[in-house]
């Protein structure tokens, strides 16, 4: 018998739709962008910003192997993101513009050892990159697919998916911490912030008041939403 209770598809886009912009600045939206990213059938999805010398990983999340996720992740910012072929187009870019581009169309432009390393070994057969620029930051949200293209359906969402991550992460106030964990919880940050300092977790757990336990869940949820899996991979992401 089929549910009436379960919304439609479209439907459930909208759900998601409605709380990534309810949450637009605020540590909730990262979960909720996550959601809406699993609604386009992507196999993985990443945030990264750059700068002309750097990139930084702002969200990541495999839908099918998270340790695959956090280790692409982390290569691809120890300088394998300087031959993205997207990386200087995006530079290019002048402020307020947005560009979707398939990972065919700039096949030709990726070196062997590059198209091995973040399309072959892990089995992902294309990417969709929506590229946004704003007055301060300038963004790349990547899905990566199991087939060689995205669904032709879900290109609207991921227009859209861009633009709300260019204006939640330009929402959030400046602050004294590096921009990668903007993305994390009050506590998930401060736990982060702590190790970054070269503390251990009890005398982490002492400063938040908290038990060990709780700074062990919180640095798990704060690793996986970094897309890292290690203390040196949040020195790396935190460019320390």
């Known amino acids: 018998m089929e549910d009436k209770t379960a919304p439609p598809d479209s439907d459930a886009i909208l759900v998601s739709l409605d709380?990534?912009?309810?949450?637009?600045?605020?540590?909730?939206?990262?979960e909720a962008f996550v959601t809406l990213a699993l609604q386009t059938g992507a196999a993985q999805v990443m945030?990264?910003?750059?700068?002309a010398d750097s990139a930084a990983c702002l969200l990541s999340r495999n839908f099918r192997a998270k340790a695959l996720g956090a280790r692409l992740g982390e290569e691809y910012l120890r300088g394998w993101f300087r031959e993205d072929p997207l990386f200087g187009l995006m530079l290019s870019m002048p402020p307020g513009t947005l560009q979707r581009i398939e990972s065919q169309r700039i096949a030709a432009q990726m070196s062997e050892a590059y198209r091995t390393r973040f399309y072959d070994q892990p089995g992902l057969q294309g990417k969709t990159a929506i590229l946004a620029t704003g007055t301060k930051l300038r963004l790349a949200v990547n899905l990566y697919w199991q087939r060689s293209d995205s669904p032709g359906t879900q290109r609207f969402l991921e227009t859209i998916m861009g633009r709300l991550a260019l204006l939640h992460f330009e929402a959030r106030p400046e602050q004294n911490y590096p921009a990668p964990l903007a993305v994390l919880s009050n506590r998930e940050r401060a736990v982060c912030l702590g190790i970054l300092s070269g503390k251990k977790a009890e005398a982490i757990a002492a400063d938040l008041g908290v038990a060990v336990t709780s700074v062990v869940t919180y640095r798990t949820r704060a690793y996986q939403k970094l897309g890292i899996s290690s203390r040196g991979?949040?020195?790396?992401?935190c460019g320390k």
């Open 233 to 237: 991979s949040l020195f790396t992401v």
């Open 19 to 30: 709380d990534c912009l309810a949450r637009l600045g605020d540590d909730g939206w990262a």
């Open 47 to 51: 945030i990264f910003s750059y700068t």
